[in-house]
């Protein structure tokens, strides 16, 4: 199987370089490509990338969710893997979870950054926010989430026509594992060691967190 691993950027050039050797060393022994998903990155972004063997697709349009939508629709591989471009995901762990799809029947790797979590990677506001997103989800759809924020998933690309998927912004990570487990996917969470970022951040924990929490009532009630 060919695997896509598609990575959102906006001026990551402190990190890109590092979360790109580290894709490429693990998927050494698979056919794969990686697609850079970038919305007008003004550093070395683009340059580190394509130097790394990148694929580059132009999104100017803002959003955390529009990026991975549009890598969706460019990808080739038959499974997709998704990082963020700044060193916090292990990219060593994908052939991992590739072999759970290959061989375990699973069709949807989510990750579980929380049940690992050092005091030093997240503190404790941030803890209580994905705290609260995560019980919030599953009390409102009936889950079992361990970490309903995290945005590293390995799932079959066939997976993403059975699902509805309407955010453009940052609730799309929780949207696409709401999404996954109301429709039947064979759904696994794992946990993994989830690192301190480089670079700037480009989150804005309480806007951004309050969307995400809005976000929930208006899927769960019909209003997206």
């Known amino acids: ?116 979590l050092s005091s030093e990677v997240m503190g404790p506001i941030h803890r209580f926010g994905n705290w609260l997103l995560k019980t919030t989800a599953n009390v409102l759809f009936r889950i079992t989430l361990k970490d309903s924020q995290s945005g590293m998933w390995v799932f079959k690309k066939s997976v993403l026509q059975h699902l509805e998927l309407t955010s453009d912004g940052m609730p799309l990570s929780e949207e696409i594992k709401i999404e996954a487990i109301k429709k039947g996917i064979n759904f696994r969470e794992v946990p993994i060691n989830y690192r301190v970022r480089k670079g700037e951040a480009k989150i804005r924990s309480g806007k951004d967190g309050f969307k995400n929490l809005m976000f929930l009532f208006k899927k769960r009630f019909g209003m997206v």
């Open 1 to 116: 199987m060919k695997i896509s691993v598609i990575i959102p950027t906006m001026n990551e050039e402190e990190s890109i370089g590092e979360v790109l050797d580290e894709v490429k060393h693990a998927l050494a022994k698979r056919d794969f490509e990686i697609l850079i998903v970038d919305t007008n990155s003004t550093d070395r972004t683009r340059k580190i990338a394509l130097a790394k063997g990148a694929v580059i697709i132009d999104e100017p349009r803002r959003g955390y969710g529009r990026a991975y939508k549009t890598g969706f629709e460019k990808a080739e591989g038959d499974i997709i893997a998704t990082l963020d471009a700044d060193c916090t995901y292990p990219a060593v762990d994908i052939p991992v979870f590739i072999e759970m799809i290959e061989r375990e029947g699973v069709e949807f790797v989510s990750t579980d950054r929380l049940s690992t």
